[in-house]
């Protein structure tokens, strides 16, 4: 990411499990910046029984880019795929709430602005116990089309060459 402008990141070492925490009504996983724009990770929170996401970042890094609206954006695919609620929390990115279906439910905004704001909001969220075909099978669809694919280029070559040698 240097070439961007960003500094190198170094000196980080991955979590070893995911946790998910309990109170007495509720559980729900936390990603740490751009954890979020991993599907995976998200996915492995709510199969463990996560019922929404807490997303807390600092994006202060990437300045007045369009950064911080692609992690946002990022975030709106979890909900999606998870069928969960994202709470969202962001130092100088767009903070907000997103329902299961992708929709924001409520966004701190000031003079029309989302990014470099200052504020704080809250929101019921909806909770949802539904497991999407994502959150059970993970990326099974992809890796099957993808073998398919495979499986039909190879198919395609070997009748060509057929077709040649004639």
């Known amino acids: 990411l240097s070439f961007l402008g960003i500094p190198q990141l170094r ?3 991955p979590g070893e499990e995911f946790t998910v925490f309990e109170v007495p009504t ?3 996983g936390v990603t740490i ?3 979020n724009i991993f599907p995976n990770l998200v996915r ?7 019922r929404f996401i807490v997303n807390i970042t600092n994006e202060a890094w990437f300045g ?3 950064t911080s609206y692609q992690f946002f954006a990022m975030s709106v695919f979890r909900a999606v795929e998870n069928r969960v609620s994202v709470v969202r929390c962001a130092n100088t990115g767009v903070s907000c709430f997103i329902n299961p279906n992708g929709r924001i439910i409520g966004k701190v905004e000031h003079d029309n602005k989302d990014t470099f704001v200052k504020g704080y909001l809250t929101k019921k969220i909806p909770l949802s116990k539904e497991k999407t075909f994502y959150t059970v099978y993970g990326d099974i669809f992809a890796n099957i089309s993808i ?3 495979i499986m039909m280029f190879f198919l ?3 009748k060509s060459k057929k077709t040649s040698i004639k």
């Open 11 to 13: 000196g980080y070492t």
């Open 26 to 28: 509720f559980q729900f």
């Open 33 to 35: 910046c751009w954890e």
């Open 44 to 50: 492995r929170f709510v199969k463990k029984g996560a």
């Open 64 to 66: 007045k880019t369009s």
């Open 147 to 149: 073998i398919i694919t």
């Open 156 to 158: 395609a070559v070997m």
